[in-house]
């Protein structure tokens, strides 16, 4: 990893506090949580967070605690003895800003920060995007770089991971932290990782882990023609998109996380995280994947440059985000399963409030692999191919296209096991053509295909399209 923006190097605890060419001297880390070693594996930094935080709540585990025989039966206890406090902790504070409701069979209630009005504390339970936060940050070495609190930075990962909707098949917590490790693997890549900067990862994953929060389940047409608040306030463009910034935004600065930072570096921090979580906009597809095409064929991307790093980052998020097709079948399947779910309820309200039903929604006429056949095709392969050949291309890249083929070619004999024979129609894709071609011919196809239900800018053609500026 690079060190150009904010000097020390990553992965080590330089002696002197990191110097920024840009922003000046950081101050030295703060000593927080008990004077917690930055430098623990994460097991340790675990259990000592937990030490902390009993300590903080001045309670003790009880004396049943002392008795448990096994290392086992006292991991249990501890952690039953965790949920039940954070579920207190948390409905105290509910229940000073009023916020709290008793739901059905006992359920805790909560009003949501935005979009969805409940949500079911016992999620809490579930704590893997906080815990694969910690870890991350922990492995490159930027809670010490950015000297972290510990405390807010728990704080603002559980505020995240609260703030997805645990009754989403899709948009959850578990989706944010599969991005999330997703992108790590990219950060990895060969050919990016020696050129990011602390900076870039740290963008890199906070992007990934909030990318999504607060997703009500629904699409953006949905929520305009409901007339929901979210798109009245963001105009009807990038509705879901600008909702999960702002919302990161205001859960960093609810934590304080970096408060102590200088004002116009955590300006600039909640400008990039905005412009990352802005490019997962499916309807923004070909913008980028068309800028991205031509920095590959004209073969001008500069890696030393901060811009240019940033519009990789903004295309490996998208490529993380959508990176399903590319894991093992069992994995891919059941994701996509969970999708068409999320869709087919979408499409179930609309049913109910005798609404029209949205593309991919209906259970009854769009199947699970042609979703998926469709979705591969027009989304998923065009975009992969391109980061196949910006990598040139590595190992995992390789992996994950073999996985993709076989995932498509294994969902189109699913989609087609089931469709009468005189009605069946190959899409142009399956036929085979020379490889680079593929894509190119897909985006053209576009235009024609009444498959195409994406949100993706099909008339946009290569010559015409405006990419993001670098
Ligand atoms: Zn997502």
Redesign the pocket.
Known sequence: MRDSSLGGQVGVCPDEAPRSPVWGPLRMPPVTCGGLSLALELPALIRQLRAAWRARRGGHLGPERSQASTWVEAEKEEEVEEVKHDIEDRSAHLEADGRLNTGHAGVLLVERRGSYPLIDLRILKSNSLVTLLCHLFNVYGLIHHFQLDMVKLHRFLGMVQEDYHSQNPY?NAV??AD?TQAMYCYLKEPKLAEQLSPLDVFLGLMAAAA??VD?PGVNQPFLIKTRHHLASLYQNTSVLESHHWRSTVGMLRESGLLSHLPADMSQDIEQQLGSLILA?DISRQNEFLLTFREHLDNQDLDLQLASHRHFILQIALKCA?VCNPCRVWELSRQWSERVCEEFYRQGDLERKFDLEISPLCNQQADSVPAIQTGFISYIVEPLFEEWHRFTEPSLLSRTMMGHLHKNKARWSRLRYAHTPPDTQTHPSAEEPQPEGARARTRMRDLDSDPHCSFGYQCHVEPQSGSGPAL
């Open positions: 948009h989706h944010a991005v990318h999504d997703h997962t985000d």
